[in-house]
């Protein structure tokens, strides 16, 4: 997500995301399938945080509550932003 985020999903190859996460391009293949496999999971991730947004409109808790439930998923995932930004 990292790497999408920085440079854009067209700009980055498998092999960039294989020597970031510090394994063989081959052993990415296997797990995601292709280039395209990896995308679908990075944005099945983000979409979580979607997901989390919508509860959290539903939710009926305060407005401080929301925030922090919000603050801690983003602390979680500081580069979620970025990515949804450049994906946007």
Not at 21 to 44: C, F, M, N, T, W
Request: net charge positive; no cysteine; charged share 20%.
């Amino acid at each position: 997500m990292g790497l999408f985020a920085a440079r854009g999903v067209s700009a980055v190859s498998i092999r960039d995301v294989a020597e970031a996460a510090g394994v063989s391009p081959s052993l990415v293949i296997h797990h995601y399938g292709s280039k395209d496999g990896l995308r679908v999971a990075v944005e099945a991730r983000a979409a979580l945080f979607a997901d989390l947004l919508k509860s959290l409109r539903r939710s009926p808790g305060s407005a401080a509550q929301l925030s922090a439930a919000f603050v801690e998923r983003m602390n979680a995932e500081p580069v979620l932003l970025a990515y949804l930004r450049r994906a946007g």
